[in-house]
């Protein structure tokens, strides 16, 4: 379903190097005006003392998936409620398919759809009756709207589940109706803030593959996660954490530009390995991985040398080579340095 209106935006100037001033950034999104499904500047959103958004700059181009990855109580969806006109912003400019927002936000909404995190649709309807409901808001003609649900409940495995109530639907069976519901209208742009995170791996699986149909129709997809296999399938990528953006690109390019090297330690003993690495200036983070070790360090000096040291000084026999990095690497690098610079500023 679509969300109503609110209101004091304009269009904002080209956009910086994405995640300029942080540790990782990457080449930004192509850029024009025709390219722009939205273009955020200076995006920022507060709840009185507390800032969700700081200052988020975003370019989404058309017809791709752009994903928001990020810990909870990072701004995800406080970004995308003010990206759609349900949240007015603290201070920022946007744009979404040509609409200034908040001001245009009601003509916007019938361009757009948004799926909450959680089932926002009636437990006590059926299936077909909620997308009855969905057709009747968005003033769908009777006809129009029975050949659309039609080939909704087909595309998205509903056929079986009409007359079933909403409310004794599986997580999964709740995730596809309330897909149906957010594109029955045909949006231009589909807003998703966290769909899968109550599903099933294979439901998840088989959602994704969805939203890629969508995309090939020419959607474009602004959707919210929590899990690095999703965010690895997104065309481009942008990081929140303590509301700030703290890298954009895709993730090929956020993992080519990760400072440091990642590490794999291979040892009999990964627990007093850890123990030993624990606390050294060049170590970012670590973590288990079976009977590995998983090094992420940062960029000064000879991390391989650094690390096989360390170990040798406390008598334990380990293979150190590097590996290659993910986006969980990635992710632990960038919000590691939020979290240095929020202790920073917390002792001024």
Not at 143 to 168: F, M
Not at 174 to 202: I, N
Not at 246 to 255: M, T
């Amino acid at each position: 379903m679509n969300p109503p209106a609110a209101s004091s935006a304009a269009s904002g100037p080209p956009p910086a190097l994405a995640g300029a001033g942080n540790q990782i950034s990457a080449p930004p999104a192509a850029e024009g005006k025709s390219d722009a499904a939205i273009i955020a500047r200076g995006l920022t959103r507060r709840f009185g003392n507390v800032v969700a958004v700081d200052r988020v700059d975003l370019t989404v181009a058309r017809a791709q998936v752009y994903g928001f990855l990020g810990p909870n109580g990072s701004g995800k969806s406080t970004t995308i409620r003010m990206l759609c006109g349900l949240l007015l912003p603290s201070a920022g400019d946007i744009e979404v398919l040509g609409y200034r927002i908040p001001e245009q936000a009601e003509a916007l909404k019938r361009r757009i759809g948004y799926m909450t995190q959680k089932f926002s649709l009636y437990d006590d309807l059926t299936v077909i009756e909620n997308l009855d409901f969905v057709a009747a808001v968005h003033e769908l003609h009777r006809k129009q709207a029975r050949q659309r649900i039609d080939e909704l409940c087909t595309r998205y495995w509903l056929g079986d589940l009409r007359k079933q109530l909403a409310g004794t639907l599986s997580g999964g069976q709740k995730q596809r109706l309330a897909l149906a519901a957010a594109v029955l209208h045909k949006p231009e742009l589909l807003l998703l803030d966290e769909p899968t995170s109550a599903v099933d791996p294979q439901s998840r699986r088989d959602f994704w593959d969805s939203l890629f149909d969508l995309v090939d129709a020419g959607t474009t997809i602004l959707v919210s996660t929590h899990y690095m296999d999703e965010a690895e399938r997104c065309h481009r990528l942008a990081i929140l954490d303590h509301g700030r953006l703290v890298a954009d690109g895709s993730p090929q390019e956020l993992k080519d530009a990760l400072p440091g090297a990642t590490l794999l330690i291979a040892c009999a003993a990964p627990r007093r390995a850890q123990a030993a690495l624990a606390g050294k200036d060049f170590v970012v983070a670590m973590a288990q991985i079976g009977e590995h070790l998983r090094v992420l360090t940062r960029a000064n000096g000879d991390a391989q040398v650094q690390v096989s040291t360390v170990l040798k000084d406390v008598g334990i026999v380990a293979t150190v080579e590097p590996a290659e990095p993910n986006l969980e690497d990635v992710f632990v690098a960038a919000t590691n340095r939020t979290q240095r610079e929020a202790a920073v500023e917390s002792t001024r």
